[in-house]
């Protein structure tokens, strides 16, 4: 009698250890389905900030071409001198007037920082294509490039020698037709021409190209790294000193330049470079990266440069003109690759 | 001693069918379990994949581009954006990919088996072609799609429209709404699913709104809806 009794603490055993592991694995079910909704609950309130942002940007523009208020006291460089409030519109992580939200970050890119490629000239194409492609190039290549280059921005059919037209793009997979269009409808179309996309692999065309406004040369104050480093003339050498002047004080004029750039090198920059500036602005906004660990903070040389190690944001590409309308949105891209962000340190 | 006893034939019986029962309750509370467990199990997958498939879908509206192709005979230059009431394709900034270039996405819901998707580069052209050689994928089973078109009337009030082409409008509309309508009731317990996905980037930046040439048809709905409606008045 006594051995048959045991056997109910046998099924009671089971059962519970039955139980148990269903209860686990409900419980994880339960989990995984409570974090889910939290995330998602985050990305919407995070959607809404950068969105908030978004108009608050805007609105920066706006407010920067209007009057400024008398009272308002005047930033000084470190030579005493008033800095020019348009030039923080180069990518620098703003405060705005109309802050947004304390853990959103702000950048905002005026395009004139930017290699315009609707209407550049013959000329400059060919200077940027041989910078890109090193002192020994190769000018069969250049040529080849520069044909493809004339065919897909003419208005015809009808192929260069060496150039590309429609019979060779559709020979392609998949197939495709070329512009025919001196207008490019946005910067990654270059990537579609022959060639191109082996002449800029690794380039963030976004940030170094615009096809938006009338301008030609490159504003050295709003300028994006990536469109200084396929400027014919500049190495990353002048490239981070040239961050680090601006980040002290302006570029005024050209003089300013060739006292950085040496002047073999700036022969070479010279027609690139102008003070114009656009109406047209890429606004990046991101939610900050959470703060590293302290393990990675010891880790970290204090005298590094501080990196932001956010690649990725939320972006549009507005045309602001003036006060009394509203930006015009010409992209809108949700995740978008942000330009180099690194600042720039004395090297001396 | 030693009492052997045996058991009556009626208490073999008896302890026989009680177990009988005993475990045949236990098996029929055990399959219920499971396979409510099951089910709850396979609707939180679905359910997650259903998330992310309709939040894919939104930011790829939200990034939608106005992408220009040149028509081959007419030469012209249009805005690509064709919708109807059950077929949409855009052009997007978006792609599930995260390949460079814009994509273009068409969707298509056909009754009794779901919301169809398609994605095709859209490189410099319409990208017509290319998506009709795209075996389609199956995103949403089981729900049917209905898309409606936001624009803003004369009077400033908004509207919602059935159908928008690109070709005509020479933009895109102020905001897709897409309702997501279950098919079936029992299979899926949820109501009908709303996204609404408002577009910023409504015109290209040369061709201007309602600039179309006498081959594009005549507006469709009897109202002529005004562009550039975010704009305080135009510069």
């Given at each position: 009698?006594?051995?048959?009794?045991?056997?109910?603490?046998?099924?009671?055993?089971?059962?519970?250890?039955?139980?148990?592991?269903?209860?686990?694995?409900?419980?994880?079910?339960?989990?995984?389905?409570?974090?889910?909704?939290?995330?998602?609950?985050?990305?919407?309130?995070?959607?809404?900030?950068?969105?908030?942002?978004?108009?608050?940007?805007?609105?920066e523009i706006l407010l920067e071409s209007m009057q400024k208020p008398i009272d308002q006291p005047v930033l000084t460089d470190i030579d005493g001198n008033p800095r020019e409030s348009l030039f923080r519109f180069n990518g620098q992580p703003l405060?705005?007037?109309?802050?947004?939200?304390?853990?959103?970050?702000?950048?905002?890119?005026?395009?004139?920082?930017?290699?315009?490629?609707?209407?550049?000239?013959?000329?400059?194409?060919?200077?940027?294509?041989?910078?890109?492609?090193?002192?020994?190039?190769?000018?069969?290549?250049?040529?080849?490039?520069?044909?493809?280059?004339?065919?897909?921005?003419?208005?015809?059919?009808?192929?260069?020698?060496?150039?590309?037209?429609?019979?060779?793009?559709?020979?392609?997979?998949?197939?495709?037709?070329?512009?025919?269009?001196?207008?490019?409808?946005?910067?990654?179309?270059?990537?579609?021409?022959?060639?191109?996309?082996?002449?800029?692999?690794?380039?963030?065309?976004?940030?170094?190209?615009?096809?938006?406004?009338?301008?030609?040369?490159?504003?050295?104050?709003?300028?994006?790294?990536?469109?200084?480093?396929?400027?014919?003339?500049?190495?990353?050498?002048?490239?981070?000193?040239?961050?680090?002047?601006?980040?002290?004080?302006?570029?005024?004029?050209?003089?300013?330049?060739?006292?950085?750039?040496?002047?073999?090198?700036?022969?070479?920059?010279?027609?690139?470079?102008?003070?114009?500036?656009?109406?047209?602005?890429?606004?990046?906004?991101?939610?900050?990266?959470?703060?590293?660990?302290?393990?990675?903070?010891?880790?970290?040389?204090?005298?590094?440069?501080?990196?932001?190690?956010?690649?990725?944001?939320?972006?549009?590409?507005?045309?602001?003109?003036?006060?009394?309308?509203?930006?015009?949105?010409?992209?809108?891209?949700?995740?978008?690759?942000?330009?180099?962000?690194?600042?720039?340190?004395?090297?001396? | 001693?030693?009492?052997?006893?045996?058991?009556?034939?009626?208490?073999?019986?008896?302890?026989?069918?009680?177990?009988?029962?005993?475990?045949?309750?236990?098996?029929?509370?055990?399959?219920?379990?499971?396979?409510?467990?099951?089910?709850?199990?396979?609707?939180?997958?679905?359910?997650?994949?259903?998330?992310?498939?309709?939040?894919?879908?939104?930011?790829?509206?939200?990034?939608?581009?106005?992408?220009?192709?040149?028509?081959?005979?007419?030469?012209?230059?249009?805005?690509?954006?064709?919708?109807?009431?059950?077929?949409?394709?855009?052009?997007?900034?978006?792609?599930?990919?995260?390949?460079?270039?814009?994509?273009?996405?068409?969707?298509?819901?056909?009754?009794?088996?779901?919301?169809?998707?398609?994605?095709?580069?859209?490189?410099?052209?319409?990208?017509?072609?290319?998506?009709?050689?795209?075996?389609?994928?199956?995103?949403?089973?089981?729900?049917?799609?209905?898309?409606?078109?936001?624009?803003?009337?004369?009077?400033?009030?908004?509207?919602?429209?059935?159908?928008?082409?690109?070709?005509?409008?020479?933009?895109?509309?102020?905001?897709?709404?897409?309702?997501?309508?279950?098919?079936?009731?029992?299979?899926?317990?949820?109501?009908?699913?709303?996204?609404?996905?408002?577009?910023?980037?409504?015109?290209?930046?040369?061709?201007?709104?309602?600039?179309?040439?006498?081959?594009?048809?005549?507006?469709?709905?009897?109202?002529?809806?005004?562009?550039?409606?975010?704009?305080?008045?135009?510069?």
């Amino acid at each position: 009698m006594k051995h048959q009794r045991g056997s109910v603490i046998i099924i009671v055993l089971w059962t519970s250890i039955l139980l148990t592991v269903l209860v686990t694995v409900m419980a994880g079910k339960v989990q995984l389905s409570a974090r889910t909704a939290f995330y998602n609950q985050q990305a919407v309130q995070d959607l809404a900030a950068v969105t908030a942002a978004m108009n608050k940007a805007e609105m920066e523009i706006l407010l920067e071409s209007m009057q400024k208020p008398i009272d308002q006291p005047v930033l000084t460089d470190i030579d005493g001198n008033p800095r020019e409030s348009l030039f923080r519109f180069n990518g620098q992580p703003l405060t705005l007037n109309y802050p947004a939200d304390d853990n959103i970050v702000v950048r905002i890119y005026n395009h004139a920082g930017k290699i315009n490629l609707n209407g550049i000239r013959g000329v400059d194409m060919r200077m940027l294509i041989e910078n890109r492609l090193g002192p020994d190039f190769d000018p069969q290549e250049v040529q080849e490039l520069m044909a493809a280059w004339a065919d897909w921005t003419d208005l015809d059919d009808r192929g260069q020698i060496n150039g590309a037209e429609k019979d060779y793009y559709q020979s392609l997979d998949p197939p495709y037709s070329p512009r025919n269009n001196s207008e490019l409808d946005s910067v990654e179309e270059l990537r579609l021409i022959r060639g191109f996309d082996e002449l800029f692999k690794g380039v963030n065309l976004d940030a170094a190209f615009t096809v938006y406004g009338t301008g030609r040369s490159v504003n050295l104050n709003l300028a994006t790294r990536e469109a200084m480093q396929l400027l014919p003339g500049l190495d990353d050498e002048l490239i981070e000193k040239i961050i680090f002047f601006r980040q002290q004080r302006e570029i005024r004029n050209k003089p300013m330049v060739a006292e950085i750039v040496p002047l073999e090198k700036y022969v070479q920059l010279d027609r690139w470079i102008g003070d114009n500036t656009s109406t047209v602005y890429s606004v990046y906004a991101y939610p900050k990266a959470t703060p590293s660990t302290e393990q990675d903070s010891e880790q970290r040389d204090p005298n590094a440069p501080e990196v932001d190690p956010v690649t990725q944001a939320y972006m549009e590409i507005m045309e602001v003109r003036s006060y009394q309308n509203r930006g015009r949105v010409y992209k809108v891209d949700p995740y978008s690759r942000l330009p180099d962000t690194t600042i720039a340190q004395d090297e001396d | 001693m030693f009492s052997q006893r045996g058991f009556t034939l009626i208490e073999v019986i008896l302890s026989l069918a009680l177990t009988a029962l005993l475990l045949s309750l236990l098996s029929t509370g055990m399959y219920a379990v499971m396979n409510d467990w099951e089910n709850d199990t396979s609707s939180l997958d679905d359910d997650l994949d259903q998330t992310i498939a309709i939040l894919q879908l939104e930011r790829a509206l939200q990034g939608a581009f106005p992408h220009s192709y040149r028509d081959e005979e007419s030469l012209g230059r249009f805005v690509y954006f064709k919708g109807a009431d059950d077929t949409l394709s855009w052009v997007s900034s978006v792609s599930p990919q995260r390949t460079g270039g814009l994509t273009a996405w068409h969707l298509q819901s056909v009754d009794d088996e779901g919301v169809y998707l398609r994605l095709a580069p859209a490189m410099s052209d319409s990208p017509d072609q290319r998506l009709e050689t795209v075996e389609p994928i199956l995103l949403i089973p089981n729900y049917t799609a209905e898309f409606a078109y936001l624009y803003e009337e004369l009077d400033f009030s908004k509207r919602w429209r059935e159908d928008w082409l690109g070709e005509v409008q020479q933009s895109l509309p102020l905001a897709v709404s897409v309702t997501l309508t279950p098919i079936d009731e029992d299979i899926v317990q949820t109501g009908p699913l709303n996204i609404i996905a408002r577009i910023r980037a409504n015109e290209h930046r040369l061709l201007r709104p309602g600039a179309t040439p006498s081959s594009g048809t005549s507006s469709t709905s009897g109202s002529v809806p005004r562009f550039n409606t975010i704009q305080i008045g135009e510069p």
